[in-house]
């Protein structure tokens, strides 16, 4: 019964203070990604004519669709950036932490949504300033 010293040698830092979050973030990260990468295929205009709809009808259902793309990509990139900003502060030490006013951020609003950047007041502040 001897321990293997290598298995601490190998220990990662970060596994330790937050693995799950980690893996968690990392998973989604690579959802994100490939929402990303996935090509728009604009299969309705080829669509339009079995639905009856009118040149001018299909034109402007495309173009929201155009536009529900662009907005869809925008949100898309804003996560991306929230998680890699989340696996920033994991690596960096400061993860849990509001990043305005340091102060320790809720455990439930963390397990909701690992990228969380700022606690309930901060955000609640930057809510109402909208
Ligand atoms: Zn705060």
């Known amino acids: ?3 293997n010293p ?3 040698a190998t220990e990662n830092p970060v596994d330790r203070n937050g693995g799950p979050v980690w ?3 990392h998973s989604e990260r690579e959802d994100v990604c490939e929402a990303l990468l996935r090509e728009f295929r604009p299969s309705f205009e ?3 004519g079995a639905r009856g709809m009118s040149k001018e009808e299909a034109m402007r259902t495309a173009d929201w669709l155009r536009r529900t793309e662009k907005w869809h990509r925008e949100l898309l990139q804003e996560r991306l950036c929230k998680i890699d900003d989340a696996l920033d502060r994991l690596m960096s030490g400061s993860y849990g932490n509001c ?3 340091g102060r320790w951020i809720e455990d439930t609003k963390l ?3 690992p990228a969380v950047a700022f606690c309930i007041y ?3 502040r930057m809510e109402t300033n909208h």
Request: glycine content about 0%; hydrophobic content about 40%; charged content about 15%.
């Open 1 to 3: 019964m001897s321990a």
């Open 6 to 8: 290598n298995i601490l």
């Open 23 to 25: 893996h968690r973030l």
């Open 46 to 48: 080829s669509q339009s």
């Open 99 to 101: 990043s305005r006013c």
């Open 111 to 113: 397990a909701f949504d």
């Open 122 to 124: 901060c955000w609640q």
